[in-house]
C-alpha cells in the first residue's frame, strides 16, 4: 500500500509538533513550516524509517528523486554568519552561492511513493 499525503503530514506534525496553519500539499517543509538545517534531515530520516525506503540507493540517487542541480539544495543551513563573512570568503574563492528548492510536502510525498514502489519492485525480484 503506498503512502498517503497524510500519512506524510502525521510525520511532520509526530516530529516537529502542531502548526498554526494547516499542513497541505503546497506548504513549503522549509519557508511555511520552518524546518530547515539538521531539522530537514531529521525530517528526511523520520520518512525513511517511517516507509522503510532509501532516497539515496544504487538505482536513484538523492539528488535525482528531488530534481536538484549540484548547487542545489533542500534546506539551509543552521550556521550563524555575523555580517556575511564566510559569503564574502566563500565569493573570493570563486564558490557559487547555494540555491535553497524549498520542496513542498506535496513533492516530499510524490518522492516517498516513488520510493516505495521502488522498493516494491525490488524486493518482488
Known amino acids: 500500500m503506498e503512502p498517503t499525503l497524510e500519512q506524510v503530514i502525521e510525520i511532520i506534525q509526530e516530529n516537529f509538533g502542531p502548526y498554526r496553519k494547516p499542513i497541505d500539499g503546497n506548504s513549503r517543509v522549509e519557508e511555511d513550516l520552518h524546518i530547515c538545517g539538521d531539522d530537514g534531515i531529521d525530517l528526511l530520516e523520520a520518512c525513511e524509517q517511517a516507509f522503510t525506503i532509501s532516497f539515496d540507493t544504487e538505482d536513484n540517487s538523492f539528488r535525482n528523486r528531488f530534481s536538484l542541480a549540484e548547487d542545489e539544495y533542500l534546506f539551509t543551513g543552521e ?10 570568503v566563500d565569493w573570493l574563492r570563486g564558490i557559487p552561492k547555494p540555491v535553497i528548492r524549498d520542496v513542498t510536502v506535496g513533492k516530499l510525498h510524490r518522492v516517498i511513493v516513488e520510493a516505495v514502489r521502488e522498493q516494491n519492485r525490488i524486493e518482488r525480484i
Open 79 to 88: 550556521g550563524l554568519d555575523l555580517f556575511g563573512i564566510c559569503r564574502f
